[in-house]
């Protein structure tokens, strides 16, 4: 990109800059080697012709838009195949922590993403070694494509309340896979509707007239050869979202559909010819890929949320508004400190969860290596982090990238800025891997047990140790360390208070359920108060780790932006602060100052700062947040691809504006 | 409908109902007349043929569905011409606060919005008597279709720095358009694109080299008899949006286009023939028309937020979820205290919106009646509480409405539930008429100004007068009345105490400009703070004043819900509380055993408060909230229209898929 096309005011911004972004780059990518090879995929891939669109997806019909998502799909998914490399999968994960290739290529992901996001992962899991050997081949070379269906329409969170039966017949020694009630259909699954034929159904085993719990089976559901779904198979899509539009979901519903034997996946759970049923282990061993799935999900909101406000804080610095001063030229709105307060906070945010979210994957990471050698300790402690931070992330982003979107007024609104569907993509793991609530209730219900444990004389451990430490703070000085206790002394407090609530609450005649149900709000803000505290100290002491091995400037940017993120947060709660510290009125102005202050130290360096997210334009694909800043261009530009643009007239004036305007209809 | 369609779980529900939900229907409607007029136009308009679509729109293009959109327009606005009475304009305007009709036809507004909405009014308020005689006959008539010019690409809320430039040639009598740079083109006007022939733009006048400031000119952009632009007129459509995207909305541009001198509307300034300028009057004039717009925007508020809470509320009535107690069927998941939460503040916040907009059209009404007069007087004071409410009224539906799709789990993120296009609609109005922090920082000057004009000796007036009163809450008693008075207590210590930041600010050696922006995050909260306190207090107030005339169980209803709103906010604003009222930590837990305790005594009642909006289904659009709570078969139904499941498979499988799976690809 020629240097003299770039806004001016984005290029003085750069010039501003007192840190050194690529360093700032390869922190972000987990080290050097991360961002040369995450650069290379990038450069390989989106020059394949092809896979970019010239029309933009938004003007095309919902068939147009899956048709061209599949035309893309094999050309990318093809295109990876050829790339492949031979890093360990431990190594393949962490350097995919930034990989945001598909989002340049599919706005709303592709019909695909099922297949390698759950159906191979499931095969992986849950298949016997036999079983592995024949379904990984297929579905790793994608001879078949597949999807994983748990979801019902009457059913998501409560597994166990799926309806969807699979009842075995000893004298053929298949399963007979029904669907009882419309709640029962399976709703929601990537790729079923009409690009999958295999997929891995969750569906209750029945033997000789007994249930034995949900188990997995793997169902072919289109016919190999013309893609037709199978005799006793009823598919086909569930209709327009909020987002995903291109994931083609779809609805699965059985009538006695009938199964061999071997397609019951068996690592776990067993049932032999004559229907004899073994039981699996450990059920918590399934908690497991939960985790993972949750530290990805941290991971993306901070990947979201970065791209929302590269574009935001971009468009911040070339749009100008207002005259605040007479005779003076018109502002860069990223002057205001409005604006500043809106958005800073979100490129610490977004560092939080990345630092969390690499901290967990570390965790999840020593805690398998445990499970493998049967060690199944940590685990408990281990879901109950997840579970806390999988929804405070998407709590926290959903909302930052809204501010993103809505601190870039009207044009935010546009779809060709990008921020209307990055919220879209994020709203999504509100609900999905479990639904944010369900979830802190989860996080409240181990709090609590591990509360009890305490007050018995138990020992705490890991990330709940804290709760057995002193639940009061002395005095308030005002420190990141000092808030960062203070945050533990709310958790402490809140979670403490409401098990005396409980208590109370069964005391007075309600049983524990009714109790739990009353008491839930505050259980709640209890889990979040934990998640909150977690986040603040993982966010401070990894990156004082890091810090060490930084250049001085780089340091002293970072460690603002840590000192930005943790008093913004205590006055987010500065009710908490003021209920369980000896916070004054005094110190909460002093507060305020701070942040203010900080906002004005972080204003130089805000654009770098996104800079060194480094996203190519292809993948923020956004009309205002490009490199070069020129929103208005791209706007007018982006605006003349819209079809209503081909033609001066469109016919409908003939054929009904002007008989109505003449009074003639 | 037949009564045995209807879901036995909200049959139940209905039959739990303690008041009369036609009374509150009526209370809503401002008074029986209205319901039965709403309910007639609604039958009326709902019947008329073509009107209502067999295809959702999600389904289409983005060109299919202006065309579609077109079609339907034309008939709509038909049938409202055939269905004219002869009603007061301030009659039409109190009857249609509930009037959602269009919202049945099009689920993302008309592209002939901005031609009833904004065309119109400008007509009638900027034409001298000449020109409105003229102008206002064929708008009315729909010969011509006009529209409203002002936002262009580079300028929206500083309307001083609009560049669209008309300069008058007294020689030819005319003025010539131009549109000096690509920023200066107009951007956003409804119907703008390929509907309009007629515009008002907003242009920055020149007479002889001299600048007159923004004025208003009415502008044909297209030939009545084809429709093709005019010379010297560039437009065309923005492209796709979040929102709104069968509205049309489009930009327009001008090289050196000539019009006549009389095509300025000269109600306020006039140019003569030699090019004299005569200067309008006093510029607050204008407040009158943002007022309203922004009251209609706290009722839209109430009325969105009214459809969302409709549907959440039915769909949580029949959603059943987990098995808290062995051995128990799943409990509908309106029992769960979280949902409750979640939901019925939204029911209290839609009465408090639509209590507060009547209000503050009656003030609006008796201020437009003293402007008559020529009393400017109230104006400002009402402009600064319009700066307040249409914030907050936006920021807290917004909130709420995703909080009710969030509520509904994965199925509120389907197009179909209607969800996720309300809160489009929605989150619209917090840019546009004034984005919000710019308003909210308007209204802090207005009580700066206050509060120092205070200082200074003089008396505060109507909704101000309460910031003269004592800066202290002398005891915590947990009452509503005395839980209000600390929110107006909160407003003054907060106003009182930015006013000193912002005179420290100075002292420092700060500009004024540079001190209020330093404090402007402080001055946000102050505004609302102030918004805040009359939100509440004249909720409580007027549902007082309208209690008197209700029956017992509906002013019990209606009274406990106003309870809940206020308890919320003091839990929401607990920080505020614990800073400026002697409330204790002791309180705050009696404060949130009573909003638990009021959302259960809420709960057998919110089936019956919400069907209470009244809501047709046809306007609820949604899958989810339907009247008679079929919600999984409508879901399938809605499914099934998708033109994907008109075949069993899609030709890409054959032409990409297949080939792929292959490896021939």
């Known amino acids: 990109m020629a240097a003299n096309k770039v806004n001016i005011d984005l290029q003085k911004e750069r010039a501003k800059c007192n840190f050194n972004t690529e360093e700032l780059t390869n922190l972000l990518d987990w080290g050097v080697k991360y961002t040369e090879r995450r650069r290379n995929l990038e450069q390989k891939v989106l020059s394949v012709k092809g896979l970019l669109d010239d029309t ?5 019909s919902h068939k147009e838009k899956y048709e061209n998502a599949i035309r893309k799909s094999v050309l990318f998914y093809k295109t990876l195949q050829l790339l492949d490399d031979d890093m360990s999968v431990d190594e393949r994960t962490r350097s995919n922590f930034r990989n945001l290739i598909a989002s340049a290529v599919f706005k709303d992901n592709s019909p695909f993403m099922l297949h390698t996001s759950m159906f191979i992962p499931t095969i992986m899991g849950q298949c016997t070694d036999e079983q ?21 329409l009457g059913h998501g969170t409560f597994i166990r309340g799926l309806e969807t039966r699979a009842t075995y017949n000893p004298d053929t020694e298949e399963f007979v896979l029904h669907s009882p009630a419309l709640s029962s259909y399976k709703w929601w699954p990537g790729g079923l509707a009409h690009t999958a034929n295999y997929c891995v159904v969750m569906a209750r085993l029945y033997i000789k007239g007994k249930s034995h719990g949900i188990q997995p089976f793997m169902v072919q559901i289109r016919d190999e050869e013309t893609h037709m779904p199978l005799p006793g198979i009823k598919l086909g899509e569930i209709g327009a979202k909020l987002g995903f539009n291109t994931v083609n979901n779809g609805f699965l519903g059985f009538e006695n559909h009938r199964i061999p034997r071997d397609r019951m996946l068996m690592k776990n759970a067993q049932v032999s010819k004559d229907g004899t049923f073994v039981a699996g282990s450990n059920s918590k061993l399934t908690y497991g890929t939960m985790v993972f799935v949750r530290v990805m999900i941290v991971n993306n909101m901070a990947n979201l949320l970065a791209k929302a406000v590269t574009i935001a ?6 749009r100008r508004q207002s005259q605040p001063k007479p005779n003076e030229p018109e502002p860069q709105i990223l002057d205001y400190v409005t604006q500043q307060h809106k958005l800073f906070i979100a490129i610490a945010s977004s560092h939080a969860f990345s630092i969390n979210a690499m901290w967990l994957w570390e965790i999840y990471h020593s805690v398998t290596t445990q499970l493998a050698g049967g060690n199944l300790e940590n685990l408990p402690e281990l879901h109950a982090l997840a579970c806390c931070l999988k929804p405070l992330s998407t709590i926290d982003a959903t909302a930052m990238i809204e501010k993103c979107r809505l601190a870039c007024g009207g044009h935010g609104y546009m ?10 993509l994020a709203t999504a793991a509100y609900t999905y891997e479990g639904e944010n609530t369900v979830l802190l209730l989860q996080a409240a219900r181990s709090l609590v047990k591990a509360w009890s444990a305490y007050v018995k004389g138990q020992a705490l451990k890991g990330t709940m140790a804290y709760l057995a430490g002193d639940p009061t703070v002395k005095s308030w000085d005002g420190s990141v360390d000092g808030i960062i206790q203070s945050f533990k002394v709310v958790a402490i407090r809140k979670i403490s208070s409401v098990v005396k609530i409980l208590e109370e609450y069964e005391k007075s005649g309600l049983s524990p359920e009714d109790a739990w149900n009353k008491a839930s709000v505050l259980l709640t803000a209890a889990s979040e108060a934990h998640g909150r505290a977690i986040l603040l100290s993982v966010y401070k002491s990894e990156m004082d780790k890091r810090a060490a091995a930084l250049s001085s400037p780089l340091r002293t940017v970072l460690l603002q932006l840590v000192d930005l993120y943790v008093t913004y947060w205590a006055l987010e709660k500065v009710g908490d602060m003021l209920l369980y510290t000896p916070i004054t009125e005094r110190d909460v102005v002093e507060l305020q100052r701070r942040y203010t202050d900080l906002l004005a130290v972080i204003r130089p360096n805000a654009v770098s700062l996104v800079d060194a997210f480094d996203f190519r334009d292809e993948i923020l694909n956004s009309t205002l947040g490009a490199y070069d800043g020129r929103a208005y261009e791209r706007l007018m530009e982006e605006a003349m691809k819209s079809p209503l643009n081909a033609e001066p007239v469109n016919h409908t004036f003939h054929k009904y504006l002007k008989p109505f305007m003449r009074g003639k209809l």
């Open 56 to 60: 933009p997806e938004e003007y095309l």
């Open 132 to 152: 592995k050997a024949y379904w990984l081949k297929r579905a790793k070379n994608m001879e078949i494509i597949g999807t994983y269906a748990q979801t019902e």
């Open 313 to 318: 804080v971009r468009y911040s610095a070339i």
């Open 415 to 424: 779809l060709s800025a990008n921020l209307a569907q990055t919220y879209g």
